[in-house]
């Protein structure tokens, strides 16, 4: 296809590359649309002059249905994130506090923000889980308590005992944001009866993405779902509107390719147990990861250590501030970009940096303490 010159030029030249296998930063899936996908976001475009549903009624429908509870416990977002605004700004007020882990997504501490929150921080248990006993103590004093499973960056997963144990202490009239932004990663073994949960809990909103495992970062579609009477409060959140096109239409296709889903998935994840065994067979320790990402705390505490491996090395990865790395999982190509950046580092410092050894960091030690 030949592209006239002028803006349009310019904008496509700069869109993102779909396939680029060293963008590793924001947790994106690294496959494209699927065609069929694909082909459903080509033909709805042909209806652009028309404005999409005034609330987005058939695809909370859509949504409802596919996860078997009633149109009315779902809401609809522009991406998790919008979801996560609407559950701030209906059920906050300037001034209030809301309760989530430190690290954590960065969006977190940028919403309360925007909705004018204190944000009381909880520092992770050093092998990267929730401290949920401090957070639900905290959550005595807050309007909101967000525990995201798996967890970003760590990709860890609090056990569902563990779950129901801090539901039980959270306060009725504190609203938990149960952030599952990566829950397609998750075994069938590893999930929560998020349906019952939400049942006995009415204060839980469960918050997911078709921005991760189904591929759709850049369309922006989101939802929650929750209890009739948190859902009816949200609802009256939705921005007219507000839910393109081009979000019913990708979402209808996503279910009905889910096998094709769940492929991508699958080797999504061999990535990631690939990547963790090759970097654990040169000590190298990474927390509990069961997303499209890992987390590699700084080796031995020395700050300097991923920025040396990783800055100009290629794969293109998140920095935090206590000297750990997370790592989003790729193709292929990827992950052997990221063992051979190791690899170089390692090769460069012969035995004089802390990842020279195969003991330098010995795989289970406690590696890390966060920063608060
Ligand atoms: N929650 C978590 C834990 C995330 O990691 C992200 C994205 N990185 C989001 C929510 C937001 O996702 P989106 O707005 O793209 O749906």
Redesign the pocket.
């Known amino acids: 296809m030949s592209i006239p010159a002028g803006a349009l030029t310019d904008v496509v030249e700069t869109l993102p590359d779909a396939r680029d296998p060293l963008a590793l930063s ?2 994106e899936n690294p496959f494209p649309p699927l065609p069929s996908v694909h082909s459903a976001l080509v033909a709805s475009i042909g209806s652009a002059n028309r404005y999409p549903e005034f609330l987005p009624q058939r695809l909370r429908t859509l949504i409802a249905d596919h996860l078997g509870v009633d149109d009315g416990q779902v809401v609809i977002g522009t ?4 979801v ?1 605004m609407q559950v701030l700004q209906a059920f906050t007020a300037p001034g209030d506090a809301v309760v989530m882990a430190t690290p954590t ?1 960065d ?1 977190y501490p940028i919403f309360a923000q925007i909705a004018r929150l204190r944000s009381i921080t909880v520092p992770l248990d050093p092998h990267g889980h929730h401290d949920l006993d401090a957070m639900a103590a905290a959550a005595r004093s807050a309007r909101v308590v967000v525990v ?1 499973r798996p967890h ?1 960056p760590t990709g860890t997963v609090e056990s569902a005992a563990q779950i129901h144990r801090f539901l039980d202490r959270v306060p009725a009239d504190t609203v938990v944001v149960l ?1 599952e ?2 829950v397609e990663f998750l075994g069938a073994g590893e999930r929560l009866d998020t349906r019952g949960l939400v049942q006995q809990y009415p204060n839980v909103v469960v ?1 997911r ?1 078709f ?1 991760k495992a189904y591929g759709l ?1 850049g369309l ?1 579609i ?1 939802y929650g779902f929750c209890s009739p009477d948190l859902a009816r409060r949200l609802w009256t959140m939705q921005l007219p509107f507000g839910v393109g096109l081009t979000g019913l239409v990708a979402v209808a296709a996503c279910y009905d390719a889910e096998d094709e889903m769940r492929q991508r998935i699958r080797i999504i994840t061999a990535q990631r147990r690939l990547l963790s065994a090759r970097l654990r067979a040169v000590g190298i320790y990474s927390t509990d990861a069961h997303a499209n990402f890992v987390y590699l705390p700084a080796p031995g505490g020395d700050r300097a250590v991923w920025r040396q491996v990783f800055d100009g090395a290629g794969p293109r990865v998140r920095h935090y501030g206590d000297g750990g790395v997370r790592i989003t999982i790729g193709v292929r190509q990827s992950t052997r970009a990221v063992l051979s950046a190791v690899a170089a580092y390692r090769d460069r410092t012969r035995g004089e940096s802390a990842l020279a050894g195969t003991d330098a960091v010995r795989t289970g030690d406690a590696p890390t303490t966060w920063q608060t």
């Open positions: 924001l947790n991406g998790a994130t919008g996560i997504f969006g995201c970003n952030d932004a990566y918050v993405t921005s970062a922006r989101g």
